[in-house]
């Protein structure tokens, strides 16, 4: 079974004939196999349709050239999803966990495979894409347990008569992901969708296509009916399709606060239900009686993470007046000290940002820092490394950013690349309302060893995801989202099942209608 579905892509093929064990090393793969996958296969783009090159972050190098679909191929995805829809929303919840957990076993089969291919389409440390791979698997898992525990609510009433409650799914969902966590994204939305008797037509980001269709062979191995899980690629066109078809029933999407704005106006013109995953410029708040050595290593998972590209992170790093020189030393030396290379190689720490204009934004974002008054503490400039086939690569040395104000553009805006801004506060309630002093509410964070005050402090922190003594885990039991700006509607945990299903009423009478007329 596996070697079919190995024999189905041609890097795969080519890959196997390299090596058993590791597979890709970067610059080797280029990508020509359909990237667009509805009704049990992959498809091949119209003649006459536009393409977008692809490119792999750790060389530069063009990876592939995508086929973007227009109003035809959508709708054949979404017609494929509908007829699926009717099959699996049919089934017990029994019947479609075995499937979902067919999936899980077939993906920690493939682990090595699709991390190193989102590897090379995202330019994240293979390390770190193994956890994606493994999270994506542990969502699909977790939604498999819960498929079967739909209940509704028994409702006892007057004279014998009752009412009961349904849960019900809500047809085709659209899922809309964005570039950072490619695979993760497309399993964080599709497992708990499946998991309610929806289908779904997925639109990865353009930018990063590529890992997508490889969790549709995965679902449709697994047993699930064609058409349950599709690929559509394309960029904001193809977007927009999806919002306005009157065949979708829901729309869930991950990306930026701009965009989000636009799919919620879409959706509206059809009342339908959105999950939006938006934005953050989330704060970080290191009161003096932490465990500094702790508190830094919070710091580095709040802000390096896939390349500092991750919306939840803490990048506002509020430490307390008398710790900062200590917090800044260590937190200098920890950054200085992160391996930044080749994203395939295991002692990689840092890969590469997503694309070229994405690394000139950010590098851009901290010549402004230091225009307006930052002081570089470490990192912020172009790395080249020495391997000349990643020359052409989008690299960047991790920043950290002193003597930061919360006016500085830095400060109040998300950069979604490896610069943390630290910044100095004196007390508790300072430290809280500058933290809240911001329309985004995705994520916070705080260092502390009183109990008491990491209780009260969190309390009155206004983010959706606030973290005590950590920062940036996001177990798939837990609920995930954000406040205010950053977003509506929550993945994972068991409260998402509230998103991609729907209550019905069901009123009994058990007694004669008792007119008024
Ligand atoms: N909260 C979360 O869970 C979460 C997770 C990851 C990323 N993000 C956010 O995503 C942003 C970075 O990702 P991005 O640059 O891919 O975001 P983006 O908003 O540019 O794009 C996201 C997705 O929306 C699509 N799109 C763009 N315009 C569209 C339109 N008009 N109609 C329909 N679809 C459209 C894109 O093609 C892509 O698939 C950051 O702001 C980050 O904070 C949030
Ligand atoms: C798993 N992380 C690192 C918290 C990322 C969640 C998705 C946001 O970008």
């Not at 991609?500 to 007119?515: C, H, I, L, R």
């Amino acid at each position: 079974m596996l070697q079919r579905l190995a024999a189905s892509s041609r890097w795969r093929a080519a890959v196997l004939a390299t090596s058993a064990a590791r597979c890709l090393s970067s610059g080797s793969v280029t990508i020509t196999d359909p990237l667009n996958y509805w009704a049990g296969r992959r498809k091949a783009g119209q003649e006459k349709c536009s393409t977008e090159n692809v490119y792999e972050p750790a060389t530069g190098r063009i990876l592939c050239h995508l086929e973007l679909c227009g109003g035809d191929e959508v709708n054949q995805a979404v017609k494929a999803a509908k007829s699926a829809f009717g099959y699996w929303s049919k089934m017990s919840g029994m019947e479609r966990a075995r499937i979902m957990i067919n999936a899980a076993h077939i993906m920690e089969s493939r682990r090595e495979e699709i991390a190193e291919m989102e590897v090379v389409n995202n330019g994240k440390s293979i390390t770190e894409a193994r956890l994606d791979v493994d999270s994506a698997r542990l969502c699909i898992e977790y939604y498999a347990g819960l498929a079967s525990t739909l209940a509704g609510q028994h409702v006892q009433l007057a004279g014998g008569s009752f009412a009961y409650t349904r849960r019900e799914p809500l047809g085709v969902c659209a899922g809309i992901g964005a570039w950072n966590y490619p695979f993760q994204i497309a399993a964080w939305k599709s497992a708990p969708a499946l998991a309610c008797g929806n289908s779904m037509v997925f639109k990865p980001s353009p930018v990063t296509p590529v890992t997508a269709v490889l969790l549709a062979e995965i679902y449709a191995k697994a047993g699930a009916p064609e058409g349950l899980f599709n690929v559509v690629q394309g960029g904001q066109e193809t977007g927009s399709l999806l919002c306005h078809h009157p065949d979708v029933a829901k729309v869930s999407f991950t990306g930026s606060v701009p965009t989000g704005q636009k799919i919620m106006e879409m959706a509206s013109k059809g009342i339908k239900p959105v999950t939006l995953e938006l934005g953050g410029k989330s704060p970080l708040i290191i009161f003096e009686d932490s465990d500094v050595e702790n508190a830094v290593k919070g710091a580095l998972m709040a802000n390096f993470l896939s390349q500092g590209q991750v919306c939840s992170n803490g990048t506002r790093v509020f430490v307390q007046k008398d710790i900062l020189p200590e917090f800044v030393d260590v937190v200098v030396k920890r950054t200085k000290a992160i391996s930044i290379g080749d994203p395939l190689l295991e002692s990689t720490r840092m890969g590469a940002l997503v694309s070229r204009p994405h690394l000139d934004k950010v590098l851009s974002y901290v010549q402004q820092a230091k225009a307006e008054g930052a002081t570089v503490l470490c990192g912020g400039e172009p790395f080249v490394p020495s391997d000349p086939k990643l020359r052409g690569g989008y690299y960047m040395s991790p920043c950290v950013l002193g003597d930061c104000t919360d006016d500085m553009t830095c400060v109040k805006e998300e950069i979604f690349g490896p610069v943390m801004s630290v910044l100095s506060f004196e007390t508790e309630e300072e430290a809280l309302q500058r933290a809240n002093d911001t329309t985004l509410g995705l994520a916070a964070g705080i260092f502390t060893r009183d109990v008491k005050r990491a209780h009260r402090v969190v309390e009155h922190l206004k983010a959706g995801s606030c973290f005590i003594n950590n920062y940036n885990v996001t177990p798939v039991e837990v609920p995930f989202g954000g406040f205010k700006m950053s977003g509506i509607g929550r993945e994972n945990g068991q409260v998402t099942i509230e998103f991609y299903s729907q209550m019905k009423t069901v009123f009994v009478e058990m007694g004669d209608v008792d007119s008024l007329f």
